[in-house]
């Protein structure tokens, strides 16, 4: 393993201004099938970096995996959140509240700290009332929601449930050793922009737990398989919960009818679990960090576009709101074109 300033990036995005390139996004990146086995990569597959909020699957499987998503009647549409990074809308919001509900909680409980709501629509529709963002316009409220609800499910005390020692996050790093193949006592973490631990793994292992979250092996027993194929059906079901209509994780899903679920994370992170299929009997997980953390958010669509196209995962044309989202088109301020933002690497597969 090594810091991601240790490692040797390559080029993913590259911005041009007229035939000059103007700027470079770097990264690293790996796509595993189930076995661990590396399909393609660039730059160093043993980058060190954390998983942020493309953990979420993996963290949602408690939930499913205690009893607790039956014991509660939880809904598809709120599992599906408990999954997402979303963009604080009303249906994420009431999703996330309802959740709480189930397991006799409000939004008092939370403690992911209040923000604007990503979506633009939600931010304005809340200033236009007066009204200041509350934690369940944090994009992470239905992780925390989950998570509230386990915590009651288990007979803990809801107030520590963000703790690391909390038997909520003894549960989620049991999920992320076993997916990982890294021991317990071995995974490192600090804390994420929501209060909650954020694991530090290299970018081979993001990829694995992803593989296995899309065909778990046997050996992660009956229990997780279920809660596994759960959390995938009910993202696939209401893509629209994961992150928002417009958004990267929304549009991937639907774009790829089925055969894989996408997961952004902050920071230039990405990840997706890729179901079996002829080409990967297997599976197979991929992930990407970029380098300078894509504040913007400008590299990662095109850069995952490109990737999920290279290995056959979407076809042409994409639908239109995810070719606007990897649209390589700079135009100014009077509308012209004047650059691209292109993908800038092949894959060896």
Known sequence: MMNISEASAEPLVEVTRGSVVESAHRGHFVAVDGEGRVVARL???????????????HQALPLVTSGAADRFGISERELAVACGSHNGEPVHTGAALSLLGRAGLDAASLKCGPHEP???EAAAALKRRGESPT????????KHAAMLA?????GAPPESYDLPGSPVQREVFGVVSRFTGVPVEELRFATDGCGLPAFALPLRAIALMHARLAAPP???GEGARDACRRVAAAALAHPEMVEGDGELDTEVMRAAG????SKVGAEGVYAAAVFP???????????????DGDRGDRARPRAAVAALRRLGLLGDPLPDPLARLADPVIRNHR??????MRPAFTLNV
Do not use: Q
């Not at 934690?135 to 239905?142: A, D, K, V």
């Not at 299929?277 to 380098?291: N, V």
């Open 150 to 154: 386990l915590a009651v499910h288990l």
């Open 335 to 340: 509308g012209d074109r004047v650059g691209e």
């Open 43 to 57: 730059g160093s597959p043993d980058a060190l970096t954390y998983v942020r909020s493309a953990a979420k699957f």
């Open 258 to 261: 089925g055969r894989l679920v």
């Open 118 to 120: 990503y979506g633009k």
């Open 135 to 142: 934690p369940l316009h944090n994009n992470c409220s239905g």
């Open 277 to 291: 299929s002829e080409r990967w009997p297997r599976g197979l997980g991929l992930a990407f960090k970029i380098e």
């Open 218 to 220: 046997a050996g992660l």
